[in-house]
DNA sequence: GTTAGCAATCTAATGTGGCGACTGCTAGCA
DNA sequence: TGCTAGCAGTCGCCACATTAGATTGCTAAC
């Protein structure tokens, strides 16, 4: 059945009426505000239909309107006016961008606060999967009597490393040579297939033996969703400012899904490519015992290069305008930013040339820490 | 003015009852469960001078007491009951740190959780600073043309690394070298120390001095509280569990002081460095706006050597004597792991003899990942 | 110093009435 | 056929009063 012109045009002033104020939209607020040309005689007939319709629901005989999760996918899909920012809005997402940002850690985070801030909403952002990087070379370094660095540089620019303990009375030659070794037997594998590949080791080669076994267990890690903790969550607090989590009932289940915040990623991950992601989820729709939520998700890119997926989570009732307005334009500004070192992600680490007459340029280098015995 | 026995008796009771019911305790409560030799009207009495000196308070005329921050310090430092751990809570504990945990990391991890889930309280855990840590080794190896992963290893068993962008060219041997000279500036140098003594180089030594400012530009950024990523929050969820936290208001303070996760350091570096360390706090009483409320640390150690600190957080009236008891056990525990590869905070890299002729014996190995462009 | 008894105090729960916000329906109009 | 004005009906919400129950502080006696 076709929906008249008259009726989208209520849809949207329900949606709108009720994100912005979370109350009940009645026929006379509607009138009044989106379409003075009609009685509210009219728009309540109207009403009536849609309800039966399935886009609006009435939370008592005697209340206004409120709009079901077809009316937000409705809205959101054909509906929503695209929003531009105000001034102070992209002054915010300047003051966070502006400064020297150089490592993929730092956009992650910087990027899930900027949104929260803006939309005041709790913001997710996580780092893409890395399954699909191409191995392109191995080295094994001894780094003290009992310890070797094994660092596996892939085409993602991604290098991996793990240190291992090794025995005594090793030369610094062997590893060398393993290093060669490994990196012969794993050259031009994507990670996955790495893993999946049950490479054998020629007799000829048994000394290496350990070695490989222990490159393939760093592989197999890392294939996994081993890589928790490159989910960020920002503003979980600002979950209990929406006014449908003021039921601690509610607000808790909400939260006890953003502390599980690893079984976030599935749902990130499901999302399909495009550019934008919206997801309008009814109680336990996607997830048992996940809550009623909507979360939108963009994913960013820089010079191209696909870094990861942010965005928000919170009520159906959201400010679908603002918030896609807002991701879109952290997306673009994201893309333009000078593309970081990517060891950063995992060394925190910072872009920046060690050349051998280098002038007076500032240097920045960060650095993840490791612990050894 | 010296306390009474039975004042003792009484204050132990009032807190005991309200940390159990978290309801104002009357005359006839503690009458009945824990002083039935002596009548309410004389119990009444106490109370009343004990509300005079500070140790209960009434939330109305015609209420019971509650205990104040005073009677809950007295409390935890000599009346407490030391408590023996259930049975289900060891299972719980045991299922943890029974399987194989070989990072530093994973350790942090289930700690934080295990704790969450025994207390049903939010718990924290981090890793300690590593400031105090000496230089032993500096390694720079050239990885891609243009990247170079620097390699710093401490005392502590602490491998600092960062990758560089380094311009074409530049051989292998040059990197050992620099290696080598930066090794000799900064060996034996604690990372604080090295990164204030502003040593200088020698004109003989100019060509190293884009990779000296390097390595001196990651020590700086290790020196500091940089390492927000290592603390980590259990059960932000379970705040809401708690009564006091009922109203939203308070709520949302304690989320927000959860949400802030960094400004949570500095108060536990604070604690003294006393295996258990328990904090009182009123409103505002450590830093503005914290709100009111608890914290229970102790120090872990492994094989003796510290490796952080981990409790939990929550309203002032929480269960000590469980708290303490699990803190105590799962110190304990963690202390008796097989030592991890220390090299595992960062590398999440496993303990693992890599050998020329290593038996069948099983092979881990964790890592971090590290893009690079 | 302790206790029984009792009035006083205060909260929390329950009930009541009225107000206001909407809707749905009906009847009339273009 | 579609739109509108008018109005009765429904329901939530708020303020207020009332009641029941818990607990204390005080007093007087032991």
Do not use: W
Not at 5 to 11: H, L
Not at 38 to 44: D, E, G, P
Not at 130 to 142: F, L, P
Not at 197 to 218: A, P
Request: proline residues 3%; glycine residues 4%; hydrophobic residues 40%.
């Amino acid at each position: 059945m076709g929906i008249s012109s008259r009726k989208e045009k209520i849809i949207e002033a329900v949606v709108d009426s009720y994100i912005n104020r979370c109350e009940p939209v009645s026929s006379a607020d509607i009138q009044k505000t989106y379409l003075p040309a009609v009685s509210s005689a009219t728009i309540r007939n109207e009403l009536a239909t849609l309800e039966d319709m399935g886009y609006l629901a009435q939370p008592h005989t005697s209340s206004g309107r409120v709009p079901t999760a077809e009316a937000y996918r409705l809205y959101v899909e054909k509906l929503m006016p695209r929003r531009k920012l105000s001034r102070s809005e992209l002054k915010i997402i300047k003051r966070y961008f502006n400064r020297k940002i150089t490592e993929l850690d730092d956009i992650l985070k910087s990027t899930a606060k900027v949104i929260s801030e803006i939309t005041n909403l709790t913001s997710v952002a996580y780092v893409q999967n890395v399954e699909k990087a191409r191995i392109e070379n191995i080295k094994i370094v001894k780094i003290t009597d009992s310890t070797a660095l094994i660092i596996i540089v892939t085409d993602h620019g991604v290098i991996k490393d793990a240190a291992a303990n090794i025995a005594q009375n090793i030369s610094e030659e062997y590893f060398t040579r393993a290093g060669e070794f490994v990196t012969e037997v794993f050259k031009g594998c994507s990670i996955a297939q790495a893993v999946h590949s049950k490479k054998i080791i020629r007799d000829t080669r048994k000394e290496y033996e350990q070695i490989f076994k222990t490159v393939l267990k760093i592989l197999k890690n890392h294939s996994h969703e081993e890589m928790v903790s490159d989910i960020v969550l920002e503003g979980s607090a600002k979950i209990l400012e929406q006014p449908e989590y003021a039921n601690l009932q509610k607000a808790k289940a909400m939260l006890e899904l953003l502390d599980a915040k690893e079984d976030l990623i599935p749902v990130l991950q499901n999302s399909d490519d495009m550019s934008l992601n919206i997801l309008i989820s009814k109680d336990n729709e996607i997830k048992e015992g996940m809550p009623e939520c909507a979360i939108v998700t963009a994913n960013y890119a820089v010079n191209g290069i696909n870094i990861g997926k942010a965005g928000v989570i919170g009520p159906i009732r959201m400010d679908y305008p603002k918030v896609v307005s807002v991701l879109d334009y952290i997306g673009k500004t994201i893309n333009l930013l000078p593309e970081p070192d990517r060891n950063a992600k995992m060394y925190n680490a910072e872009s920046q040339s060690v050349e051998e007459n280098a002038g007076e340029g500032e240097i920045h280098a960060d650095e993840t820490e490791n612990e050894t015995q």
